[in-house]
């Protein structure tokens, strides 16, 4: 198989505000694996720096040093065969997964099937989503959950430690209305002791969750044994730790398709985080079509637990959404492989 690498760059349409730091622009890695008979599959790195401390120059390293052994493979050897001798070559997973995509888009391109039916999983259901609000202030952030109301979703996410979290959660509740389920995510910034006051500060305004509140699995674990407030806690950033599923540290799991190397290692670890007692639902890493697509057919066969945060590409500025949520919901691709005309997002023409 030929390996191909193209960046890509795309703009946000405003700020996107979180605990790790600001984004206005996402560079990611359009990967293309071009089989002997011509198909050709297509995935994604999104590695995000500021997120995961990983940068797309390494990214880029990590898929060259796995180039021979693409090269290596015929056409029909098994997926998992191919990823575990990449694995051997690297171990950063963002480029774990976009090898997994592409290799799961071209295996669907040959089949003329798309992927959801490949793993297994009967004609799914619309995935119900999360409306995003990274607003950081009380207008903008009151205006986003006017918005996501209106559209008809039942849960918004907010992005806390930020500052003036409860002005701006008390917006939000008030032009959310009281049906709405309020997720938090402060991406590891408090510490202990801020996290169990903001917590316990937060609380009356109704919150489903929260992710991430402090940085690392024992001390989240810590906050959740403590149980000083009623605002059940998930992993996020966390659950890349090899201690996450060995023993329960909070009650649900954040999984992200760039960060569990594809939908093959989504899967695994969903099932991992399940036998150790948690929740699981998917998210992004503000990814391209590509990774949402992916996390949507791993989510026809995972089925999570909660609503998930994959209604990300309305972030991005003149690139239109390929998978627009209707009613707080994403329907999983039904084209071949993981979509239709993705590619042409990423600027690619179509050949």
Not at 193 to 213: D, T
Not at 225 to 237: G, H, Q, W
Not at 259 to 287: H, M, N, P, Q
Request: hydrophobic share 45%.
């Amino acid at each position: 198989m030929k390996l191909s690498v193209r960046p890509v760059r795309a703009a946000m349409r405003a700020p996107f505000v979180a605990g790790h730091g600001t984004v206005t622009e996402r560079e990611l890695l359009l990967v293309s694996l071009e089989a002997i008979d011509g198909e050709t599959g297509y995935g994604e790195a999104a590695a995000l720096e500021s997120y995961d401390g990983v940068g797309t120059d390494e990214v880029g390293a990590a898929l060259e040093a796995c180039r021979p052994v693409l090269e290596s493979y015929r056409d029909a050897t098994p997926i998992a065969d191919v990823l575990a001798r990449c694995s051997e070559a690297t171990v950063l997973p963002q480029a774990l997964a976009a090898i997994d995509l592409a290799l799961w888009d071209l295996a669907g391109r040959r089949t003329r099937e798309p992927v959801w039916r490949l793993l297994g999983a009967r004609q799914p259901p619309p995935v119900p989503v999360n409306w995003t609000i990274a607003a950081p202030d009380r207008s903008g952030a009151a205006l986003q959950a006017a918005q996501a109301r209106t559209a008809g979703f039942g849960t918004v996410k907010v992005k806390v430690a930020i500052g003036d979290d409860p002005g701006r959660l008390a917006a939000v509740r008030a032009f959310a209305g009281p049906q709405m389920a309020i997720r938090i995510d402060a991406n590891g910034a408090w510490t202990a002791g801020e996290a169990a006051a903001s917590l316990r500060a937060l609380e009356p305004v109704g919150i489903e969750l929260c992710e991430e509140p402090v940085s690392g699995v024992a001390a989240i674990r810590a906050l959740w044994t403590a149980r000083e407030s009623e605002i059940p806690l998930a992993l996020d950033e966390s659950a890349d730790d090899p201690d996450a599923f060995t023993r329960q540290a909070a009650d649900a799991v954040c999984l992200k398709i760039a960060r569990c190397g594809g939908i093959s290692g989504t899967i695994d670890a969903a099932k991992r985080a399940r036998a150790a007692g948690y929740e699981v639902y998917l998210a992004s890493t503000l990814d391209g079509p590509l990774g949402i697509a992916g996390a949507l057919h791993a989510a026809a066969l995972i089925a999570p637990d909660r609503a998930s945060g994959l209604a990300t590409l309305g972030l991005f500025d003149e690139r239109g959404d390929p998978f627009p949520p209707i009613r707080g919901a994403m329907p999983v691709p039904s084209g071949h492989g993981l979509g239709t005309r993705l590619p042409q997002w990423y600027g690619l023409t179509p050949g």
